[in-house]
């Protein structure tokens, strides 16, 4: 499995590659925005890991030109501990936000988390929710009227824990620890909210108004059951 670094700083990036070469991964580097273009472009990547501040530009207008071709999941690594970046690097899309200095072996994990959760759990289900909408397991994929939804990795995986628990009303607790295994001081009520509202925005008819994910006053939220789910 191929994964991306895109990091100046060389100790930090070798520590990094060395890290998951023992871990069984092929590990490409590039040490700028230019690089991580190029490498991007000509590979097939599982993976891949942006510092935010390169030399020619940042983390973002590498994920920003990315995405717009590549759909493989993106963690951001910054000294930046800035609740702004955080919340900017998850509505543009990324996967996950690791501040430095960081452990090897929890980001590592989180690697593995992020890598589980986009590709599936080896068993072929679909979950049917109401809006003609569809979750199937295998390929992590989401439609809506037959047409693919595109979702990040923690998107997906939130919209999994709801699909999982049709009905119940799930604290901000609860679904944080839905989204992370590792680490769940990471995810804050601010970032929960942030993705909350884009599956809103992604799957619901009036995101204003939402008919599928609703508020629970108080208590948190649920998802509407489909007619004849109980």
């Known amino acids: 499995?191929?994964?991306?670094?895109?990091?100046?700083?060389?100790?930090?990036?070798?520590?990094?590659?060395?890290?998951?070469?023992?871990?069984?991964?092929?590990?490409?580097?590039r040490g700028d925005v230019a690089g991580g273009l190029e490498a991007a472009g000509d590979g097939d990547f599982a993976l891949a890991i942006f510092d935010l501040a390169l030399p020619d530009g940042t983390g973002f207008d590498l994920l920003q030109k990315i995405r717009a071709v590549k759909k493989f999941p993106i963690i951001f690594l910054t000294a930046a501990d800035d609740e702004g970046n955080t919340v900017r690097a998850l509505d543009m899309g990324a996967d996950d936000y690791v501040t430095k200095p960081f452990r090897l072996r929890e980001l590592v994990a989180r690697i593995k988390n992020?890598?589980?959760?986009?590709g599936g759990d080896g068993e072929e289900a679909v979950i049917t929710l109401i809006g003609g909408i569809a979750i199937h397991t295998l390929g992590a994929k989401v439609m809506r009227d037959g047409r693919e939804v595109v979702l990040t990795a923690l998107e997906y995986r939130l919209l999994l824990t709801f699909a999982t628990n049709p009905g119940q009303v799930l604290t901000r607790d609860r679904l944080m620890e839905g989204i992370w295994d590792v680490d769940g001081s990471f995810v804050n009520d601010n970032t929960l909210s942030v993705y909350i509202k884009r599956l809103r925005e992604k799957l619901e008819e009036d995101p204003q108004n939402p008919g599928l994910i609703v508020t629970v006053r108080g208590m948190g939220y649920k998802l509407v059951k489909t007619p004849g789910s109980d």
């Open 1 to 29: 499995m191929d994964i991306l670094i895109v990091e100046d700083d060389r100790i930090i990036a070798s520590g990094l590659q060395y890290a998951l070469e023992q871990e069984g991964y092929c590990v490409t580097v």
């Open 114 to 118: 992020v890598l589980r959760r986009s």
